[in-house]
């Protein structure tokens, strides 16, 4: 194994590392924000989704260059699907791999937040989050956030995730009515902690559900928006794919 | 069709998912703020406003390389009044589908936000918005947009687009008495929700006038700030012209 | 007159709009603010701060390319004092021209602003500010501004001037118990509105004075810690100087 | 002396300068937003945690090139052992220098920042923070910044670290307990001050404990994550160390 191209040890733990400290930063804020700002929910989700946009910028900044910083299986499978056909693709495997690293470091996050702030390490969350404006706004936030990251994919300009699915995040916060997850492994850690940011497990299937409908309707939109040359035999192609593994 | 060069049909597509995003952005927004800070008409512009910044700079990022992301019918229309004498620029009926697209992009954008919060698909707006200093406000913002968005293009640092638009736009809910709208399509978008971010179908026509006022002193700011190099017979022009579709 | 090269004429104007669209922005957002936000002294600041810094950085970027976008006095003469040996500096002349369109802009961008929120053109303003921690407080505020410019025009780094300045301005708002003026245009100009950012005419000469001063202490600063080369005869300095007007 | 390399004394000026500004925005600010946001303790979090976010990345920015603005002993610790094996790295007695400098320019800034506002130049802070959850918040806080910076170092991408740093610190604000002090030299400053952000001199020695702990188990972290190539004998390491104070 060369020093330039990290092992898939390696890029599990950057996947772990990156979702906990993404499920930290969610959790840990929106404690701090009902701790300072009890009466005034307007603060409260503004301290919330400022601290989470500026975190999400860095650890994938941080992280882009280990595993792409990914975060999230809706974007692992995203990628997959997307470059199935290439001759060295990620396999569904190490796709599987990167998911089970994101869950259970989603986890750890809302544990370690937890425990930062002198909770109990897990108390399920009493929030219901459900009905069908809630999902719609769900659907859309994870659609948008396909086309962010793989608009920049497909156009060579993975130097700008960082900053722009942070700013994207920020500001998904406010304009869909979910607070926008878009994020399965996210929602599931979002779950152990009964504050600000939790998620009642019961709430959780139905956000996943939407997820994967978001997803798919943004990964349409890619296709249209930004189609793949066709590469002619024995020419070349236009536009080269950049898998998002290499985003740094 | 080359894969480099988006045809008219993917253009039209972009500007029309740019319009609805933006729209979906400024009142979706506006709903959520409004939710959660009834008594706080500070913070609830102040949430608006960033929400939309952040927004509108990673949709330009992600829209420019496929249509310019103009996202406004005053943008197209001094794109193609400054460009209207170059070789390949865009024809009056092409920067006519622009704005079609962005008009139903708009009006798109404010059903979909008012899906996602349960409110009626369409709800005409009650608020009115309609005295002289106001639309002293929106021409000053229009006007600043315009110079904002050639300034860049006239210096061949369109790659700024994306951060100074959305900055500006941050910057001109404050400091403008109009909120800044600068955008007639926004503008008709608007109307077609009765929440924080509405505008009466009955102001938008003097809305609509003033930013076409505000346009034209924009570009006559530009024209004086950034001057187009004549092009000497047989000579090579110091500073070519960089049409804003090849933003990117 | 070459196109690539602004005369004077283009660098006066220049100076003018963007010192007018910098007191537009910060007496604007003042009033705004304090109309949305009238018993909450903190938030007022807050969107105040946020909106100058959006807009500060925003017009730097855009007039930067045609005349440095000083906007200020105490940058103009500094940068004079700095390059007065240089072949082709500046002369004084020129940058007393430079300070009065900064003057009249300044006062300009306060009477839009008054016109814009519906105000008398001019109503002098009635707050004091006049104390001997608030000049130390301006003193610093000036001392890091002359800092932070003439840093990163010693390092060949003025392409961050934008969102440097900007950021600089943002924080000094709050950290700094003047809240920051450091600019003798702009002290003028706030004089004329009797609204949030307003100063009475009786402390204007307070502050100009102690913004020389600090503007002293941070020259002092800058020729300490980024010494310019000595010339040696018959060689080559290993750090060539960059007058800011190149910044672009 | 050459004009390209700072010299050892204007280094241990850049460290004063650059803490001395930083304990002056944090503590500066914090007592502005008391001031005007009494009762409202999320509002005065904000406005100290924004203030401090942009001016740190200015200041890293305008000093990386003359010391490597690192403004904290962790961080100066922490480059010493990473490049303890070097041919030119920094000697332990040079890192110490670094520290005093970061030290006292601490101090200078709480004093400053007290004059700025109108208090004695030092007062003791009263506030304890001293509890298991809190220490366990400034842990992770300063393993954070660990890997934040030296993530950035080992890619090669120091450039970046003026945004990054201030917009972790900004997050950590908010998602730690603590408050994110993450810097020895910072939290002995802020007990000299009796305000918003003050620590009480019985409080330091527990932070400056955790912050050890929480550096080491960063510096593990960036251990596994970014690997040091080996060196082969008579080939050539495919990363090269890039030393902190080389950050431009």
Do not use: C
């Amino acid at each position: 194994m060369s020093a330039g191209r990290p092992g898939q040890p390696r890029r599990l733990l950057a996947e772990y590392v990156g979702t906990l400290l993404l499920v930290t930063v969610v959790v840990g804020s929106g404690v701090m924000a009902a701790t300072l700002a009890p009466g005034d929910a307007g603060l409260r989700l503004l301290a919330n989704s400022v601290a989470t946009m500026l975190a999400l910028a860095v650890i994938i900044l941080i992280l882009g260059p280990v595993s792409g910083a990914h975060l999230n299986p809706v974007v692992t499978f995203a990628d997959w699907w997307l470059h199935r056909r290439d001759p060295d693709s990620r396999t569904l495997a190490e796709a599987a791999g990167y998911v089970g690293a994101q869950m259970l470091g989603a986890i750890s996050g809302a544990v370690l937040a937890n425990l930062m702030f002198g909770l109990p390490a897990v108390s399920w969350s009493a929030t219901a989050r459900a009905a069908p404006h809630l999902w719609l706004g769900e659907a859309v936030a994870t659609g948008g956030l396909v086309l962010v990251v793989f608009a920049l994919v497909r156009t060579h300009r993975t130097h700008y995730a960082p900053a722009a699915v942070g700013a994207y995040i920020g500001a998904a916060y406010w304009f869909t009515s979910s607070t926008s997850f878009a994020n399965p492994a996210v929602t599931v850690g979002r779950s152990f902690t009964d504050t600000f940011a939790g998620i009642s497990p019961a709430s959780v299937p139905g956000f996943l559900a939407v997820q994967i409908v978001g997803a798919a309707a943004g990964l349409g939109l890619v296709a249209v928006l930004y189609p793949r040359p066709r590469v002619v035999t024995g020419g070349t192609a236009a536009i080269e794919p950049v898998p998002l593994r290499s985003r740094s």
